[in-house]
Every structure is written in structure tokens, then in C-alpha cells.
T-cell receptor, first 112, second 113 residues
């Protein structure tokens, strides 16, 4: 079945850029998403990218998609302590019910 | 607009007990989902529904049951709780259209002892 992989942990200093990476196996993915989970909370959609796009920018967030290598990244500019959370990438394949396959999540720690 | 709500927030069960996790959405979404999240793991799909009266198994359905009698509600039933069902459970919904973003509830933390 489909598989989505992420590194488990990333530590950055406040004000630096963070880059969180994700690889996936489903070549028929239609949309790819980035979700943020703060402690004790549910998942909140950060941004998404359609599979025929290479890049999407949304304020401090930049998503890059390399469809040939099945690689997705999320760059957070000027990282703040409030960005500390777990970040999940997810891919949506074709077919019914819009089922998503999630990565294991990357815990981002922002230090002063 | 409440979005997706889940009750209870926390629950401790003894082995063999049963319970129902409640999920309600007020966005008139056709699609609803139940996931479980184990420590250090991503979300695994338990069951999903594409509309009232229609449900189907996800990746990890064993030990669970669902029903969808209305568009708004999608309860998850645990029969004969086992320690392996200790997890955080998330309900989500989506419209099934356009970007089809899934909106998540705050979760239910369940411990089976």
C-alpha cells in the first residue's frame, strides 16, 4: 500500500528557517497536505499543494513538490516558538472517500 | 461554527468493557473518518463513511464498529476493550469536493487497563 515517510525530529533556532521533508510512494497522489498538531490538540491544516504544481507560497510557508522523486517539503521562514509542534504530511490518492495516508510526523523544536 | 466535536476528551476503561466515542460535525460534510494515533506514529484510518447509511473499513478496523444514521454523527464503538486499543482517537470530516480538506476534532484520549 501507500507509504509516507518523515524524519522524526528537527530542532531550529528562533528566527532561522525550518525545512521539514516528506517522501511518499503513491504516484497517483492528487493532493498533498501539511497538517500541524500542537500538544493535546487535533490536526490543523496548514497548507496543501495540488500534484501538478511545483511550488506554493503562503506567507511564511513554502511548499515544494518534486513529483519525479516523490518528495515534498515544507519551509517555514523566520521560525517562531509558536511554530513548535508536530508536522504531518499526508497524501491523497485517487478513488473514493478521499482517504489520506499520513506520515509519522516531524516534531519541530524551536529554541531561543 | 463548532466544526468537528468529540466526546469524551479522556476515558479510562477496564479490559473487556465497551464504550462509544461520539463525533459530530456541523459543516454538512458527506465524508467522515475515524483515526487512531499511537505515540510516535502517524494516523491510521479505522473506519470511514461517504454518507448516511454507508460505512467502510479502513486500515485497522478490528475491534471497532461504526454507524452513520445521520449526516452529522459518526459514533465509534469499542466492544471488549483491549490494552492494544489505548490510543488517541480523532474524528474528521470533509466535503468530498475541491481540495477535500479533512477537518479534525480535538481527539479522545483512551486508556485501557
Amino acid at each position: 500500500g501507500e507509504d509516507v515517510e518523515q524524519s522524526l525530529f528537527l530542532s531550529v533556532r528562533e528566527g532561522d528557517s525550518s525545512v521539514i521533508n516528506c517522501t511518499y510512494t503513491d504516484s497517483s497522489s492528487t493532493y498533498l497536505y501539511w497538517y500541524k498538531q500542537e500538544p493535546g490538540a487535533g490536526l490543523q491544516l496548514l497548507t496543501y499543494i495540488f500534484s501538478n504544481m511545483d511550488m506554493k507560497q503562503d506567507q511564511r510557508l513554502t511548499v515544494l513538490l518534486n513529483k519525479k522523486d516523490k518528495h515534498l517539503s515544507l519551509r517555514i521562514a523566520d521560525t517562531q516558538t509558536g511554530d513548535s509542534a508536530i508536522y504531518f504530511c499526508a497524501e491523497k490518492g485517487t478513488g473514493t472517500a478521499s482517504k489520506l495516508t499520513f506520515g509519522t510526523g516531524t516534531r519541530l523544536q524551536v529554541t531561543l | 461554527n463548532a466544526g468537528v466535536t468529540q466526546t469524551p476528551k479522556f476515558r479510562i476503561l477496564k479490559i473487556g468493557q465497551s464504550m462509544t466515542l461520539q463525533c459530530t460535525q456541523d459543516m454538512n460534510h458527506n465524508y467522515m473518518y475515524w483515526y487512531r494515533q499511537d505515540p510516535g506514529m502517524g494516523l491510521k484510518l479505522i473506519y470511514y463513511s461517504v454518507g448516511a447509511g454507508i460505512t467502510d473499513k479502513g486500515e485497522v478496523p478490528n475491534g471497532y464498529n461504526v454507524s452513520r444514521s445521520t449526516t452529522e454523527d459518526f459514533p465509534l464503538r469499542l466492544e471488549l476493550a483491549a490494552p492494544s486499543q489505548t490510543s488517541v482517537y480523532f474524528c474528521a470530516s470533509s466535503s468530498g469536493k475541491d481540495t477535500d480538506t479533512q477537518y479534525f476534532g480535538p481527539g479522545t484520549r483512551l486508556t485501557v487497563l
